[in-house]
């Protein structure tokens, strides 16, 4: 690298502690322009609470933030974006109820003169371009609110872009992207470090972060482990590092299927774009669905869980036709979602750890009418040690988690509800590699007791290693269910874009 | 004992702390304050607030608002007084038919607001004036006085020489907190405050949640109007003006979050008891009307505040001192647990 230079940023010794964690314990990184730092560790190692102190969120208690030589505090955001840096947050901040020009404009809109106001079209135009140089078609007059997870995702990272900057901090921008977009995004960000731009970059895809990253820095408890060129590390080195003790197997895939049928789909349609969809799941199996975001996955999943209407076909569960008309009927029927959404759709942050889980099942823990809370207790304490959960979110609101952990907690209502069919809407998505094989584990545990598994994934690699069978979906609609052995990514990701034959993605 | 201190720690520490405060202080400007007459003047004036206010933290909750408590209480001290008086029906079954008309009323709100999905907001200020309206309607404007001679004594009635009020108030108050924290219903009420959309995914019924505590806050509501018309054994369609701001104030003074799912009703009761003690301190001290409402705006602010705060004020305090960081507790976010 250009070691020789003088770093942009420096961080030293950084500290930062929440009520009852270290966050950050004197970590030490050097960012210089024109590379890509990868920053990686496992969920609540302190990544984002690096990246939310470089970006004036937080204050750390010790330790300098040392821009070209100077040192700097920032009191307020606003503060570390005149010194240039721009910041993806991984939870969004953008305002579901304005448009996405305002949104990207949002508190520094362009003001053409005092008397006529803003200047709407100015900002409208920059937005266009914005968009077009990221190849992402928009109407910058679109409401926020009514755009996805991913088009929300890619108007936040638009915001960033928007601003000029020399160091642009990403907390996991792919986490909600298809791998179309993220290749996009990929692409722009090699140019822009080819630019001169810094850019720290967070995200528990460690194949991306080996694609694009110069440097990686290893985080684990809060402490810095190590910072090395990428090209001189393996993939299971920074594993290692991260976890503490080698994986083994990344995938550990079991076949527990069996011949008995669980879920029988008949030609269902809904209004909200599914199209004509038959398949059937067996026992035991896990049923991948892959396809391009908005390509109509979680709309099959949504009709499933009796959150769309259907407007034709049936739905059969153990060879008994279901009527859903909402979630608690799907419940009743034994089948359960784990949404893509956690923060949004999944978590309260009302609620500590075991009233999370509880929730899905408070018939269970009734004691002659009332809620067993000792029962409910030992409930949640079972599944945070089962699935490994940081144990301080027992007692604490859930928003204190990190984001996997918090992932953990809805994985685990849906166990506590003991559904026989569960749907699983991109479960490892922000989720670190430990707990990630953790899901997987989960899942294969469900299966051999029985349960059977719809998984949807963007992540191609886990959907071909962790699915039985997998069905392309496209337009809402199945393009092929095969086996997921005799599938190649390749083939998955052209029949899945509808570029059969030159698939670029 | 580890929960009890953590209990305190957590939400109704604020509320107590405000309710000692006042006590404190009152007491060192008037020594009638401390007396068993005023005290028990105390219990009766803050029944009838209190027993609404149980019904405002139920709809705060799940992050609904209720503006109609105080007609709804009007109107059922009109109804009361004209089945009661005019068509001579027994006052046992005349309380049991306006608190079933309480009932009533609750729903309207709730399903306008749930299933007609206008905002809860607009929906009970529109029930608000509707229910007034109401009651000025059937008593053609004027006050219907000595109702029964029997009504007197479920407000002025004492059981092993506790007043009456005091008596309905906890147990109403134990009721509520028992349905609160340990009923798959009262669960659900946090839950859809919480996170609606959550909730909904859970398989929680949202829509009729919702309704079950705009239900509850109109029998709480109708049980104020009964103890209002028995306290001056008459109905007026001019009774309970002010009685939903004064619930939802002693609400918010026990922390309830108007974003819903945070705040219990332990704490509302005390918020309440603050409220009465305050007025009965300043009527003590002949502060005059306009002054005690200055106060009252006042204690809302600063003990909203305080809750707000909180976590600022023992990150700046444990700054100056340096002390250990990370013992400060999060201000604003509770558990319902
Ligand atoms: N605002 C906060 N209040 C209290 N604790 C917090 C707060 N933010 C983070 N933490 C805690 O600090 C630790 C580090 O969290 P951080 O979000 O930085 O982890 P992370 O590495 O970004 O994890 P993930 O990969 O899951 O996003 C965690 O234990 C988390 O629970
Ligand atoms: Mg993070």
Known sequence: MKNTKPPLWELREISKAFPGVQALDKVSVSIFAGEILALVGENGSGKSTLAKCLAGVHQPESGELIHQGEPVEFAHPFEARERGVATIYQEFSLVPTLSVAENIFLGRYVVKSKLTGIDWEMMRQQTSEILNTLSIQFDPDEVVRDLSVAEQQLIEITKAMSVDSTLLIMDEPTAALGLAETRQLHELILRLADQGQAILYISHRLDEIFQIADRITVLKDGRCIDTQPASSLEMMEVVRMMIGFDIGQHYPKEINVTSETCLEVDHISTETGVNDVSFDIKVGEVFGLGGMVGAGRTEIANALFGLDRLTEGSIKLYGEPIQLSNPADAIHAGIGLVPENRKEDGLFFNFNGSLNITLSRLSSILKWGFLNLTQEHQTGKYYFEKLNITSSGLERSAQFLSGGNQQKVVIARWLFSQAKLLIFDEPTQGVDIGAKIEVYRVINDLTSQGYSVILISSDYLELLAMSDRIAIVRDGKILQISPAKELTEYELLSIASGAEGNGNG | ?337
């Open chain 2, 1 to 337: 004992m580890n929960n009890l201190v953590k209990f305190f720690r957590s939400a109704i520490a604020g509320p107590l702390a405000a309710l000692i405060i006042a006590v404190i202080l009152i007491s060192l400007t008037t020594d009638r304050f401390l007396t068993t007459q005023n005290l028990i003047n105390v219990s009766l004036q803050v029944s009838t607030v209190a027993i609404a206010a149980i019904g405002s933290t139920l709809v705060i909750l799940t992050a609904d608002i209720d503006l109609s408590p105080g007609s709804a209480a009007a109107l059922t001290t009109c109804v009361l007084a004209i089945l009661v008086k005019n068509m001579q029906i027994p006052l046992p079954l005349g309380i049991l038919l306006v608190l079933v008309m309480g009932i009533g009323l609750g729903f309207i709100n709730g399903f306008i607001s749930s299933y007609g999905r206008i905002p809860s907001f607009v929906a009970t200020l529109a029930t608000m004036s509707m229910y007034r309206g109401l009651a000025f309607l059937i008593t053609e404007g004027h006050p219907i006085f000595s109702i029964s001679p029997n009504l007197e004594q479920i407000f002025y009635g004492k059981l092993l020489g506790i007043p009456l009020p005091f008596i309905y108030m906890l147990v109403l108050y134990a009721a509520a907190a028992i349905f609160l924290r340990r009923t798959r219903s009262g669960r659900a009420i946090y839950a859809v405050g919480g996170n609606e959309s959550a909730a909904h995914l859970s398989g929680i019924h949202v829509k009729r949640t919702r309704l079950l505590a705009f239900i509850l806050a109109g029998l709480a509501a109708a049980i104020a109007g009964t103890l209002m018309s028995a306290r001056l054994n008459s109905g007026s369609p001019n009774y309970g003006v002010g009685l939903e701001l004064a619930a939802i104030a002693a609400a918010v003074i026990g922390g309830a979050s108007l974003a819903g799912g945070s705040g219990n009703v332990v704490s509302t009761l005390f918020g309440a008891l603050t409220v009465a003690v305050v007025q009965n301190g300043l009527n003590l001290n002949a502060v005059p009307a306009a002054w005690q409402n200055l106060t009252l705006g006042a204690i809302i602010v600063l003990a909203v505040g305080v809750d707000m705060w909180r976590g600022d004020i023992g990150k700046n305090l444990s700054r100056i001192f340096s002390f250990r960081k990370g013992d400060e507790n999060p201000g604003r976010q509770r558990t319902a647990s």
